[in-house]
């Protein structure tokens, strides 16, 4: 099994360099990449003096282009299984490594990592979200719950595994502004096995959340926009 | 121009006003030949624009064809029809670049991807290199030639 993890890194030159040790220490078998979405700090040399391969996107596009960098990348060099996790350190690499289990034990296609999943909630208290993001995330978990009719809890989480399918779909069709959420419903739809796993997460190490409350709102807004126009895409697009 | 020159509800245009507003439709288009020829404009994107150089055109050579189309409409009032359809031509043609200017997006971001992956990859070949444990050129080339077809 190659397995490839990639970090969509945008100015996070603090936080960067602690995540890829982490990661390099949790999953030693793995490829690691970083997926610099046009940072204007020195997110890329730091990663380059980490060890990590780095793929540098020239302008910034936004996470879903960075992600989808990164699918494209696994896909076209062969792996077998790949991961994602934050750049900020609020992923610990231990979990994505369950996370992978589960794709390489193929259970899934696609698993979620979810703070908010009924077994995470027991076992930790390191994660305390922010009043906008509770508000957003009960708002997205509904209605993609709705979309989908299978449970989700943890809609924007950026903690995911998945295995070739995914990455042949995610390659091709993913939204460049609302990643998260609209690829979960077009993952659903394609009938592929998406699955969350309760997984701990710490507060973020560095950067800061782009969430202030006006730009919730319209963050909130645009999302469901994106979901009700997703129910109307084509089932089981040919992905390979 | 061409509504100043008219009554409420009927056209009377005098022939100074339809000269003038032929004369202002042959400018139009004589501009985006311009701009085609000086490559400023792209052919593909320049045949609304010829269309409506050349409604201007009609519109000025024969009056009576607005209150045709108006009562076609079944609107009475030809200012109304007028104004009606040029909003809806420009409506029209924003959404027509809103879909060109989405593709176009899509088309860089897919550009700036395959860019950070060929350049990823080569720093990865050139390390590799370095340190003389890469893998042979037959097998590079053999995974290159994977990686194009997959």
């Given at each position: 099994?190659?397995?490839?993890?990639?970090?969509?890194?945008?100015?996070?030159?603090?936080?960067?360099?602690?995540?890829?040790?982490d990661v390099?220490?949790?999953?030693?078998?793995?490829?690691?990449?970083?997926?610099?979405?046009?940072?204007?700090?020195?997110?890329?040399?730091?990663?380059?003096?980490?060890?990590?391969?780095?793929?540098?996107?020239?302008?910034?596009?936004?996470?879903g282009a960075a992600l989808q960098t990164g699918y494209l990348y696994a896909l076209r060099n062969g792996y077998d299984v790949c991961a994602h996790l934050d750049a900020d350190g609020q992923h610990p690499a231990e979990e994505v490594a369950r996370l992978l289990a589960e794709v390489t034990a193929d259970r899934a296609d696609l698993v979620i990592g979810s703070r908010y999943h009924a077994g995470a909630v027991a076992g930790s208290d390191d994660y305390r979200p922010?009043?906008?993001?509770?508000?957003?995330?009960?708002?997205?978990?509904?209605?993609?719950?709705?979309a989908t009719r299978q449970r989700f809890t943890d809609t924007t989480s950026g903690m995911r595994a998945a295995n070739r399918r995914v990455m042949a779909l995610f390659s091709q069709h993913y939204s460049p502004d609302f990643a998260e959420i609209e690829s979960l419903q077009l993952a659903v739809r394609q009938g592929l096995r998406v699955e969350e796993l309760p997984v701990r997460m710490l507060e973020r190490a560095g950067?800061?959340?782009?969430?202030?409350?006006?730009?919730?709102?319209?963050?909130?807004?645009?999302?469901?926009?994106?979901?009700?126009?997703?129910?109307?895409?084509?089932?089981?697009v040919e992905t390979e | 121009m061409l509504p100043l020159a008219a009554e409420a509800g009927q056209v009377h245009l005098t022939s100074q006003t339809r000269?003038?507003?032929?004369?202002?439709?042959?400018?139009?288009?004589?501009?985006i030949?311009?701009?085609?020829?000086?490559?400023?404009?792209?052919?593909?994107?320049?045949?609304?624009?010829?269309?409506?150089?050349?409604?201007?055109?009609?519109?000025?050579?024969?009056?009576?064809?607005?209150?045709v189309v108006a009562?076609?409409?079944?609107?009475?009032?030809?200012?109304?029809?007028?104004?009606?359809?040029?909003?809806l031509l420009l409506l029209g043609l924003a959404l027509n670049f809103s879909v060109i200017m989405s593709r176009q997006a899509a088309q860089i971001t897919r550009l700036a991807q395959e860019r950070a992956i060929e350049k990823a990859l080569a720093e990865k070949r050139a390390a590799e290199g370095a340190n003389g444990?890469?893998?042979?050129?037959?097998?590079?080339?053999?995974?290159?030639?994977?990686?194009?077809?997959?």
């Open positions: 099994m190659r397995t490839l993890v990639f970090i969509p890194a945008w100015n996070e030159e603090d936080a960067l360099p602690g995540v890829i040790a390099r220490k949790a999953i030693p078998g793995a490829d690691l990449l970083v997926v610099d979405d046009g940072s204007a700090d020195a997110t890329a040399e730091r990663a380059r003096e980490s060890g990590a391969l780095v793929a540098s996107l020239p302008f910034n596009q936004g996470l922010t009043f906008s993001r509770r508000i957003g995330t009960s708002v997205f978990r509904f209605f993609l719950t709705l950067g800061s959340s782009f969430l202030t409350p006006l730009r919730s709102a319209f963050f909130i807004f645009k999302g469901l926009v994106v979901l009700l126009v997703g129910q109307f895409r084509p089932r089981h | 000269i003038v507003a032929a004369v202002l439709a042959l400018f139009f288009m004589l501009m030949l311009e701009l085609i020829r000086r490559d400023r404009l792209q052919e593909r994107y320049s045949v609304i624009w010829f269309v409506a150089g050349l409604g201007m055109l009609a519109g000025a050579a024969f009056p009576g064809l607005l209150e009562n076609l409409m079944g609107v009475r009032n030809t200012n109304v029809a007028l104004f009606s359809i040029v909003l444990n890469g893998v042979s050129g037959e097998e590079r080339l053999e995974a290159e030639k994977q990686s194009f077809e997959s």
